[in-house]
């Protein structure tokens, strides 16, 4: 499974990509808003630290402005992928940049149907929001199922990526249904490095290391 951060901080970013576990990132218009910083220069510098799809999202809502505003955004740089929502229109802007080779991740995903019908018009990615859809009573993992599912009976190319990602379990369960990409914040994804038996097993072997009086250098 693939792993994106979902954040628009640079230096974040360059802490994980530094790890090189990092294959994307993604960012919307809220994460931008954090950031406090220009959408267009912090798109360029987010494509300049990681090699894979790098997220913009379109804000307008018609076709016609997606397209003008998706030719500024794919300007920036080759990785760039194009972030529509799961709006008629936003398919309509979908099928027509995969059409012409550019990649495209639709957002806002929240129902098994909706991610057919992105599949349908040739999404790279589709991204269901299993945070959100737990928070409103739904199961956010079992939409990720039902997707899995759908894209193998007809197989899709569509990558599924799990977005609005909240806790370590949700990386598990992406990774168990066989998800492709999973998007979390780097709070989480730095979380799954940690186990409280990890550290009590370096305590111990570092204790009875310098026991030993040696050194490895
Ligand atoms: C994904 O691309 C979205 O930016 C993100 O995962 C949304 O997550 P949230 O529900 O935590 O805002």
Not at 56 to 75: F, G, I, S, Y
Not at 101 to 117: D, I, K, P, R
Request: with cysteine.
């Amino acid at each position: 499974m693939k792993f994106f951060v979902d954040t628009a901080d640079t230096n974040e970013i360059r802490e994980l990509a530094a790890t090189g576990l990092l294959d994307g990132v993604t960012t919307n218009p809220s994460l931008i808003h954090k950031s406090g910083r220009k959408f267009v220069e912090v798109v360029e510098e987010i494509c300049g630290i990681v090699d894979g799809p790098v997220s913009a999202e379109v804000v307008a809502l018609d076709h016609e402005t997606m397209m003008k505003e998706a030719a500024v955004l794919r300007k920036i740089a080759s990785n760039v992928c194009i972030k529509v929502p799961l709006t008629i229109d936003g398919l309509k802007t979908c099928k027509a940049l995969t059409s012409e080779g550019t990649m495209v991740n639709v957002t806002l995903c929240f129902s098994a149907n909706q991610a057919l019908l992105a599949a349908k018009a040739g999404a790279s990615f589709i991204s269901p929001f299993v945070g959100r859809h737990d928070d409103n009573g739904f199961d956010g993992m079992k939409l990720i199922d039902d997707i899995r599912l759908i894209y193998d009976n007809y197989s899709f190319d569509t990558e599924i990526l799990v977005a609005s990602v909240r806790h370590p379990i949700h990386v598990l369960e992406s990774a168990k249904i066989g998800a492709d990409v999973m998007t979390a914040p780097p709070s989480v994804i730095k979380s799954l490095f940690n186990h409280v038996l990890t550290d009590k097993g370096i305590a111990g072997f570092l204790a009875d290391w310098e026991k030993t009086g040696q050194s490895v250098l």
